[in-house]
């Protein structure tokens, strides 16, 4: 089975934010994890490019729609190339090929007598796009997340019948593998057991979308269009498209990763669509928590923003991967804290692990002729113990999506690794000829341990895990967590490279 991992396909209103960032940081985790386990995967992410948020930002700039997306769209792909995003693919909803997908996708849809001409009324948010339920008053409804007056909307839309699927939807949703995490799934269930109503998919006052076939002057509703993104990225040219046979090229998507903002369209409405086409529905959706700054959801429209690109550049990628997969549970809130940045590199990673590598590999050169040593046997240690059950902590939590807890695991080794050189000592050893057996001995199992925390990290910090692996004489390419998280595989007599740093600490900039 292909494991087909989408992050959601982003806006192309702004350039990237840390949100959106974060995002994408931890579904390249999770495709790097399940391709070092062995599976095959199609990671894709990609932009959303339609609609009336964008057609009016493109407005405000005097620029072509068309052209505000491309420029927006370049800025994307270049953030994900400069943060060495594994993806395998890269969807643009304005593509020829997305164009077709949509257009046999709704005709699949209509064919199941799922559209209907209706009146569409009430308020609306273009900044969400979407209709928004509120209190009956005089005045203008302002929305919670854009904080901006709501408009009102009276029009002729085409509905999709959502209601005909209640059972189904209340099924899907109520499988206790569906939607992760569990509070998330309930707040979903209670939306549905509340009863679904049919939504509309058409907008006659948005020119910027993709035409609806047969109904003139009706473009798609951008969600309607923009899900299909996630089918579109598996074709790779206009002439192959079929969706009737989408499941050969790996459909359906064995995990969708969404903010907790647009669950409900994956969990509900696209599942509801895919039905109504005839198409599998995804495995499973996984809703991840905002990234708040001092409490508050950062966002291109409250303009707390922070540029990824930048914060990279002043500390590294390995560095932010650590410092957002390590410190935000997955699922929850997370408040981004400078100081608590640089506090966790310095002492997760510069003090603990990076330490722990300098420590034993200067040692292992300085007194076994620059390479690591040899031993007889390798008898049970507090680390070969300690090893086995970091390891399978890190392969089920990977699994559960709890990159904290990996990163905490992997820590957590480090750190005892450290205790027991300290506590071992081998410097005082040395010095007694008859301690050169266990001196050997304390320095493998230190080095040992630092080339299974090398390969253990290789999904949260891949440049990072390299640089350790490399450091013990390791390729990293050549590792995965198959074959290679067994304790004692670490090659004996085995020359180590000239010492390189890999690791330093960082001062907090503005
Ligand atoms: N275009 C739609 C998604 C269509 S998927 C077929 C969209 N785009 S978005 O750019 O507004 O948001 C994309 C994702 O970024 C959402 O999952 C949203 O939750 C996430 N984030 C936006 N701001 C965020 C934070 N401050 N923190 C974490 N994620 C956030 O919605």
Same mark, same amino acid.
């Given at each position: ?26 579904c ?22 339609? #609609? ?11 620029k ?20 060495d ?12 090929i ?17 559209i209907?001409i ?8 273009? &900044? ?10 005089? @005045? ?31 099924k ?38 993709i ?12 969600w ?8 579109s ?63 508050n959801?950062? #966002?291109?429209?409250? &303009?707390? +923003? ?25 699922g ?9 940045? +640089?506090?966790?590199?310095?002492n ?23 390479s690591?040593?040899?031993?007889q046997?390798?008898?049970? @240690? ?5 090893s ?44 007694d ?32 895990s390299s640089?350790i ?18 304790? &004692?595989?670490?090659?004996q ?18």
């Open positions: 089975m292909t494991f087909v991992l989408t992050t959601p396909l982003y806006y192309v209103n702004d350039k990237p934010h840390l949100g959106s960032t974060y995002t994408t940081l931890a390249d985790a999770i495709a790097r994890y399940r391709r070092l386990v062995g599976e095959q995967v199609i990671f894709v992410t990609g932009v959303d490019e339609h #609609g009336q948020k964008i057609q009016r930002t493109a407005e405000s700039q005097s072509s729609p068309q052209d505000h997306c491309n420029i927006v769209t370049k800025q994307y792909r270049e953030l994900w190339d400069y943060c995003i594994s993806n395998d693919k890269f969807v643009r909803t304005t593509s020829s997305h164009n077709l997908v949509v257009n046999q996708f709704f005709n699949r849809v209509e064919a199941s007598e799922d209907y209706g009146h569409q009324k009430g308020w609306y948010c273009v &900044g969400c796009e979407e209709f928004k339920e509120a209190a009956n008053s005089e @005045s203008t409804p302002t929305c919670d997340t854009h904080l901006k007056p709501l408009e009102w909307r009276d029009e002729e839309n085409l509905f999709f019948r959502l209601s005909k699927y209640q059972t189904a939807i209340e899907l949703v109520d499988k206790d593998d569906f939607i992760f995490p569990i509070n998330r799934r309930n707040e979903v269930r209670n939306f549905v057991n509340n009863g679904l109503r049919d939504f509309s998919i058409s907008r006659i006052n948005v020119s910027w979308g035409s609806v076939p047969r109904y003139n002057g009706h473009t798609f509703y951008v309607f269009d923009a899900l299909l993104g996630y089918i990225s598996l074709y790779s040219s206009d002439n192959d498209i079929d969706l009737a046979d989408i499941n050969k090229k790996g459909w359906p998507a064995s995990l969708h990763i969404v903010g907790k903002d647009i669950l409900r369209f994956h969990a509900v409405y696209w599942p509801a669509m895919l039905m109504s086409a005839g198409l599998d529905v995804p495995r499973q959706i996984f809703a991840h928590g905002f990234l708040t700054r001092e409490g959801k950062m #966002g291109k429209s409250t &303009g707390n +923003v922070i540029d990824p690109k930048r914060l990279i550049s002043n500390y590294g990628i390995d560095q932010v991967r650590w410092y957002l997969l390590r410190d935000f549970q997955f929850q809130d997370g408040d981004f804290q400078q100081r608590r940045f +640089v506090d966790l590199i310095n997760d990673l510069a003090n603990s692990i990076g330490n722990l590598l300098n420590r034993s590999s200067s040692m292992s050169r300085k007194w076994f002729s620059n690591t040593p040899e031993v046997a390798i008898p049970e @240690s507090v680390l070969s113990v300690k086995i059950d970091v390891i399978n902590k890190c392969k089920i939590n990977m699994n559960l999506l709890h990159f904290s807890t990996v990163a905490e695991s992997i820590l957590s080794l480090s750190k005892e690794a450290n205790t027991y050189l300290n506590g071992k000592a081998p410097w005082k050893l040395i010095k000829s008859k301690n050169q057996d266990e001196v050997r001995i304390v320095i493998y199992n230190v080095l040992e341990t630092t080339r299974i925390i090398g390969i253990l990290l290789m999904p949260i910090l891949p440049n990072l640089k692996l490399s450091q013990l004489s390791i390729k990293s390419s050549q590792c995965n967590w198959k074959d290679h998280l067994t304790w &004692g595989l670490l090659k007599g085995e020359l180590l490279p000239e010492s390189q740093p890999v690791i330093s600490k960082i001062e907090l900039t503005d």
